[in-house]
């Protein structure tokens, strides 16, 4: 082996020690985990999918020790959970600048498994976008998806840089394939709030939706080129939505300035910080377009 390779693989070895000393394991069933990152002290983070069940969590700390740690909150759309731990001590020393990552960058993906210690995968950045949401309607500034051979036990582990700075969690829940690194700001900001209120705030318009092709007249007449949109089959009694006129049948062909050819465009749109703001809204009733506004209600915690 070369000189060049040996010394790359001890910094490869060297890296995974440093961030193994901020990483757990986390498990809530007999067998198996997945890992989560002291993130702060007394607070960890891990992929919300991987946490099978809100009580009787326990960890496994880089020393050693099986500690019990309580559910902060959870983030089905950032696919984040926040649990707070005493006896999790040695949280990240630094974060990356992630708006300096490339594509071809190295990164390695450092977790911890319950029984033996710690585990590195290593891959590449494949893909940096500046901003991009996923399905789930979580925008990730940037969206930073990596080549990586993802294990269960690595879910939830820290994506680090060649500086051994930390870029953000781990998680295969948002890639077709490998993995993405929920980026360190976005990390933050679900801490943040899971620790003041204990879940994210979601708006609602109180309406039922469903994707709809619409006939080329009718796109003719709109003067529109995108092909389809969404149908409200439900309206909730008193919603925002009923509140503003909107009925059964009406499509909506643009929210808060924005074509609507898919829900997650109108997803998109109800983050926390559009809760109580007028949206306006155009749609079709009866072959003629309209125009309404909308107050964004707040989703009652627990609502789907």
Not at 61 to 70: E, N, Q, T
Not at 190 to 211: A, C, E, H, N, S
Request: neutral net charge; contains cysteine.
């Amino acid at each position: 082996m070369s000189a060049e390779l040996i010394a790359l693989s001890n910094a490869l070895a060297q890296a995974t020690d440093r961030a193994a000393a901020h990483t757990v394991a986390v498990h809530t069933e007999a067998r198996g985990s997945s890992s989560g990152v002291v993130w702060r002290n007394g607070v960890i983070v891990t992929a919300e999918h991987a946490l099978r069940r809100d009580e009787e969590i326990q960890v496994t700390l880089p020393d050693g020790r099986v500690v019990a740690a309580a559910l902060a909150g959870r983030d089905s759309s950032t696919d984040l959970a926040v649990l707070r731990c005493a006896e999790a001590a040695s949280p990240i020393a630094e974060t990356a600048e992630v708006s300096l990552i490339q594509p071809g960058c190295l990164a390695l993906v450092v977790g911890r498994t319950r029984a033996s210690g710690p585990v590195a995968a290593l891959g590449a950045v494949s893909l940096v976008a500046p901003e991009r949401r996923t399905w789930t309607g979580a925008a990730f500034a940037p969206y930073v998806r990596l080549d990586v051979g993802l294990q269960p036990t690595a879910v939830g582990g820290a994506v680090i840089d060649a500086h051994g700075r930390v870029i953000g969690i781990a998680t295969p829940r948002f890639a077709h394939f490998g993995a993405i690194a929920v980026p360190a700001p976005t990390v933050n900001r679900v801490v943040d709030t899971l620790l003041q209120k204990g879940r994210i705030p979601r708006g609602y318009l109180g309406v039922g939706l469903q994707p709809v092709r619409l006939p080329d007249a009718l796109r003719q007449t709109l003067q529109r080129s995108e092909k389809a949109a969404a149908i409200v089959l439900d309206v909730e009694p008193e919603g925002p939505a009923h509140k503003a006129g909107i009925v059964i049948g009406d499509i909506f062909v643009a929210f808060a300035g924005h074509p609507v050819t898919r829900l997650e465009d109108i997803h998109a749109q109800l983050a926390a910080e559009s809760i109580g703001k007028p949206l306006p809204v155009k749609f079709v009733r009866g072959g003629a377009l309209q125009e309404a506004s909308i107050v964004v209600g707040e989703r009652a915690h627990g609502a789907d």
